[in-house]
């Protein structure tokens, strides 16, 4: 995207051709309007220039990016940890090198780079992927002493085959049990666990994929609950 102020000089640099053209006609100056145009032409290849040469490369980028990755896994703990709010703020232009880094041989940065590309939301047992997006709109969650009810609704381009086998191995780190799994048009899974239940539906869009988790209590958690 052009810089708006690089912009503005230039369409001044042309306004003012006009009134030098103009001007030179007037008050006899030597330059011809061809000139004139070559330098103003000159002008703007320099600032087109210096706009190129202020963006960082696709190859910088990627080279910033493998470093603080390689800074995961840092004997400072100081380090690491700068290592890892950079890479939280490089956003999604990381999620590529992140996906790379689970395969590294230092189990430190494969640590790291998954707890980078994954996030709880607000149930603390339901893994989701990085890629996702919360739509806070189609989301709602209830908070009672105990527990926590509802549904969280996601999107993001991700695809249908990879996003089952991760709630396949991630619920079951979090000890949920996999129940049942129903698929097309839209995939459907069942997990549970003592007194909970989660259901997870992903359904795949021309543009994106959209995840809606949902969990309950069981009855008796949730007439305890209410009973409190």
Known sequence: MRDPFNNGARTM?????????????????????????????????????????????DQAVEQQIRSLIAGL?????????????DLVSRGKVAIPYLVEALGEKSS????????????????????????????KGKSFVYHAPGFKAGIISLSGRVEVESLIRFFENQMAKDNWRLMSVFKA?????FFNKPNRSCIIIITEKQFKTEVDVCVVPTMEEEESALLN
């Open 185 to 189: 048009p839209r995939t459907i899974m």
């Open 73 to 85: 896994d840092s004997p400072s703990f100081a380090s690491r940890k700068q290592a890892n709010r």
């Open 108 to 135: 430190e940065v494969r640590l790291r780079a998954h707890l980078l590309l994954t996030d709880y939301h607000d149930f603390e047992d339901v893994l989701v992927p990085l890629e996702l997006q919360v739509d």
């Open 13 to 57: 640099t042309h306004g003012g051709y006009a009134a030098v053209v103009a001007i030179a006609a007037i008050s006899g100056m030597g330059a011809s309007a061809n000139e004139i145009r070559r330098i103003d032409t000159d002008q703007t290849a320099a600032l087109e220039d210096q706009e190129r040469r202020s963006k960082p490369t």
